[in-house]
């Protein structure tokens, strides 16, 4: 099968139990409570969504991807700018104080994010039986 088929097969499978939405729906739901650009809060209640993405004018160099803090008031142009139709931006489901997303820095895990590019539906099944009948 190839993988064009596979992916629809995929995505006509999980339509059936799940609504498809778009990625800034998505990602502003899940990070509610970042920052306001030059907002600096002591308290950590502001913990910061943080986006990895390739940026063209990097080609060539040692340099592989970027990072992204994604404000609150700035969330809307940088999703457009940034994440929305590049193929190479990586987005965990967690969020960090402050301004780096490094592991000392990791405050509060949102999401847990599953890529499902080239998983089969047959695949996706045999996800769901393990998880379901793990003891």
């Known amino acids: ?32 409570d970042n920052q306001n650009q030059g907002e600096y809060s002591n308290d950590y ?14 080609e060539g160099s040692k340099r592989k991807l970027r990072r992204r803090i994604m404000l609150n ?25 402050g301004l780096s997303n490094k592991l000392v820095h990791a405050q509060s895990m949102n999401a847990l994010i599953f890529d499902l590019d ?3 539906v047959k695949e996706l099944n045999y996800f769901y039986e393990e998880v379901r009948y793990r003891p």
């Open 118 to 120: 080239s998983v089969t």
């Open 45 to 58: 209640s502001k913990p910061n969504a943080i986006y990895l993405y390739r940026d063209q004018k990097d």
């Open 73 to 97: 008031d700035t969330w809307e142009e940088d999703y457009k700018e940034f994440v929305k139709d590049n193929p190479m931006t990586l987005c965990s489901g967690l969020t960090y104080r």
């Open 1 to 32: 099968m190839d993988y064009i088929n596979s992916y629809n097969e995929l995505v006509k499978y999980l339509s059936k139990d799940y609504k498809e939405i778009e990625g800034q729906e998505f990602y502003s739901e899940l990070f509610p």
